[in-house]
């Protein structure tokens, strides 16, 4: 979903919603579960690209309701990112790079598919429903990461 930033609403963010009000999400162990519910995931293979930082991260297929979608995992890492204080944040309790957070009413909860390197409602709060800007279907071009397309001849 393509939303305004809730630090900085000048500022477009894509994220996946993994929780909609009324929902539990859980992180633990690098597991997703919404409303104690696993979200069904399964090994793709690593992820190799030349301009990562150190480490192979594992792709995995995550299917939430009929969508599934890759995510990545680095296997032994926690969370880059310390929580910061946001409205709501006591809807979320945490334990180290684990949490479990009930979505208020009228906001919703999203997560990056990059997931142990990436900010998202884990450090910054909820998504208020008025934030919402619309769906996004394509990456046009990431300049900031041109491995994704693969070398140009």
Avoid at 1 to 13: G, L, Q, S
Avoid at 74 to 88: E, H, K, N, Y
Avoid at 93 to 113: I, L, N, R, S
Wanted: glycine share 10%.
């Amino acid at each position: 979903v393509v939303f305004r930033y809730p630090v900085n609403t000048d500022i477009d963010y894509i994220k996946r919603v993994v929780g909609v009000p009324g929902d539990t999400v859980v992180y633990a162990g690098k597991r997703l579960f919404i409303n104690n519910q696993p979200v069904e995931t399964s090994a793709v293979g690593p992820y190799v690209n030349p301009s990562q930082q150190p480490g192979n991260p594992l792709k995995l297929q995550e299917k939430l309701g009929e969508q599934s979608h890759e995510i990545l995992n680095m296997p032994g890492a926690g969370a880059l990112l310390a929580a910061r204080q946001f409205p709501f944040a006591q809807s979320c309790e945490y334990a180290g790079t684990d949490f479990k957070c009930t979505v208020p009413e009228d906001h919703y909860f999203v997560m990056g598919d990059n997931r142990d390197n990436s900010e998202d409602s884990r450090y910054w709060g909820f998504v208020p429903d008025n934030h919402l800007v619309g769906k996004a279907f394509f990456v046009w071009m990431n300049f900031g990461d041109l491995g994704r397309i693969g070398s140009i001849k």
